[in-house]
């Protein structure tokens, strides 16, 4: 049973300069709700409730965002505004959130160190801060249910265009179902002629606490930081580890086009606003014609 999330959110998010010059990448709102609200959900609707944030400078913000601010609802009370009183309580109340600084910018792998002590000795999850799913069945839950079957590390991947592998971590492997995929390498950033497939890592996991031996043992690698995907490679010469193929739409917030592309496809879901924001966008395509 998988118990304890952790969400890495320590990057500086240089892709979005200067609107992250003052606030975290994983602060920033699709439509009305922060980045890293959706991950935390995802966690939260996976039975997953204790949950450790990897942040670093500049990201008091995250922290201030789940906390109760006591000012703000007394203000709701006087206008006797009690749906969004009620959200603002569920927000505080969502999760048990921990918080623990990077203290220096050395890669995913690196950050995911920090959880040691906080896991202990048994499996969690990590979510990656600015990468929100899109799915029916929360995509941690998917990997926790693969986990339960072969009672080891599970990653979520998702198929990308063969000219593109080189922007992700690639796995390669056994499929054993339509879905799940025993591993036999992983490759960070590959050429189109080194890839191993066109399954690229797709920032959600299920790891065994064997993860932070390989951790430590693992040199930095690409732009000179320790990459999880060299220490997942040496955890699989020690024990079998699996690919989840996502059912659901990743959506990676990490750069500009995908964040407004994700921004337009969550507002198209918004019932309060859906049919006039999509005659908008119509009208747009129109004019451009």
């Keep these: 049973m998988i118990k304890k999330a952790i969400i890495p959110a320590a990057g500086l998010g240089t892709?979005?300069?200067?609107?992250?010059k003052a606030q975290p990448k994983e602060m920033l709102p699709i439509?009305?709700?922060?980045?890293?609200?959706?991950?935390?959900?995802e966690a939260v609707d996976s039975g997953i409730e204790d949950i450790l944030i990897i942040t670093g400078k500049g990201?008091?913000?995250i922290e201030d965002h789940f906390d109760r601010n006591y000012e703000l609802e007394t203000r709701l009370e006087e206008k006797e505004d009690q749906l969004l009183l009620d959200?603002?309580?569920?927000?505080s109340d969502m999760a048990n959130?921990?918080?623990v600084r990077q203290r220096e910018l050395n890669g995913l792998g690196d950050a995911i160190r920090y959880?040691?002590?906080?896991?202990?000795n048994e499996p969690f999850a990590v979510l990656l801060g600015d990468t929100i799913m899109d799915a029916v069945i929360p995509v941690t839950q998917q990997l926790i249910d693969t986990h339960d079957q072969y009672g080891c590390s599970v990653i979520a991947v998702e198929e990308v265009p063969h000219d593109k592998v080189n922007r992700y971590g690639i796995v390669g492997g056994r499929s054993i179902s339509d879905r799940?995929?025993?591993l036999e390498t992983l490759v960070e950033k590959p050429s189109v002629n080194e890839a191993p497939s066109n399954l690229a890592i797709a920032g959600r996991y299920i790891l065994t606490p064997e993860i932070f031996s390989m951790l430590e043992q693992t040199p930095a690698g690409k732009n000179n930081e320790i990459q999880l995907t060299d220490a997942m490679l040496l955890l699989l010469k020690r024990e079998n580890l699996y690919a989840h193929r996502i059912e659901g739409k990743r959506h990676d917030i990490g750069n500009k086009l995908d964040f407004l592309k994700t921004t337009v496809e969550f507002a198209l879901k918004r019932p309060e606003f859906a049919?006039?924001?999509?005659?908008?966008?119509e009208e747009i395509l129109r004019k451009g014609e």
């Design 15 to 20: 892709r979005f300069l200067p609107a992250t």
């Design 59 to 61: 990201k008091r913000a």
């Design 275 to 281: 049919d006039k924001f999509r005659a908008f966008l």
């Design 87 to 91: 959200e603002m309580r569920r927000l």
């Design 97 to 99: 959130l921990h918080y």
């Design 31 to 41: 439509i009305d709700r922060p980045t890293i609200q959706y991950v935390v959900q």
């Design 115 to 120: 959880a040691r002590h906080h896991v202990g």
């Design 180 to 182: 799940i995929l025993e």
